[in-house]
């Protein structure tokens, strides 16, 4: 059985950072590409960042761009998100997602989410 688990969500003030765990584990880890998206209250889910499965390329959104950083451990079979400059905008709910390395490539995985909150 395939499980991503989100970590490391909290309340944090503005300026401040948080560092955002997905734990893997049901699936060989290494094969996929990671993403976390991130939903807020009455808004559509949007994409933050992505890494390929050997953790050599990444894409930011260019609303993270500069203060998130996506990496990975494939030894741990952990993903991580390091937010910096949080902004309250970046409020939402954050997810994991592992993506298929074989067509139609998608976020095949979901985790449960983990809530960040900023205060301003």
């Known amino acids: 059985q395939v499980q991503l688990v989100e970590s490391g969500g909290g309340l944090v003030q503005a300026g401040g950072s948080l560092r955002l765990s997905c734990a893997a584990s049901?699936?060989?880890?290494?094969?996929?590409?990671m993403g976390w998206f991130r939903q807020a209250p009455g808004k559509e889910r949007e994409f933050v960042a992505r890494i390929g499965s050997n953790g050599a390329s990444t894409l930011h959104a260019d609303s993270v761009k500069g203060r998130f950083t996506i990496s990975r451990d494939n030894a741990k079979n952990t993903g991580y998100l390091q937010m910096n400059s949080l902004k309250p905008e970046d409020t939402a709910v954050y997810y994991c997602a592992a993506k298929t390395a074989a067509p139609p490539y998608e976020y095949k995985y979901w985790g449960q989410g983990t809530q960040v909150t900023v205060s301003s």
């Open positions: 049901g699936l060989t880890f290494s094969s996929y590409a």
